[in-house]
């Protein structure tokens, strides 16, 4: 049973900094992506990042340049450390594990959301 766990929202005033986590536990066999989503009140939920076994990353269109994720593959840990903030940021953090065979998602699993608000 796969479960993540994440850390590290809160407010903070534009242009300040946030660092989130999200550690899994459970094995996962196949190949599998980390990554953060987020969903803002009225929103869709919208990619942020994502990062592959093998380090490769994909970054949202506005959060390139601001936002860094990092993983930690001996914890199983995924980092998003988040600069420059702005109250367009503002919005519930959802870690994701995603598990592909091929191209195929084969399962999907999501953290509970940790909120974060950009404010003065």
């Known amino acids: 049973q796969v479960q993540l766990a994440e850390s590290g929202g809160g407010l903070v005033q534009p242009g300040g900094s946030l660092r989130l986590s999200c550690a899994k536990s459970?094995?996962?066999?196949?190949?599998?992506?980390m990554g953060w989503y987020r969903q803002a009140p009225g929103k869709e939920r919208e990619l942020v990042t994502i990062?592959?076994?093998?380090?490769?990353?994909v970054y949202g269109d506005s959060v390139k340049g601001r936002f860094t994720i990092s993983r930690d593959n001996a914890k199983d840990t995924v980092y998003l450390q988040m600069n420059s903030l702005r109250p367009e940021d503002t919005a519930v953090y959802f870690c994701?594990?995603?598990?592909?065979?091929?191209?195929?998602?084969?399962?999907?699993?999501w953290g509970q959301g940790t909120q974060v608000t950009v404010s003065s």
């Open positions: 994701n594990v995603r598990v592909w065979r091929g191209a195929q998602i084969i399962d999907d699993y």
């Open positions: 459970g094995s996962i066999f196949d190949r599998y992506t």
């Open positions: 990062i592959s076994n093998d380090g490769r990353i």
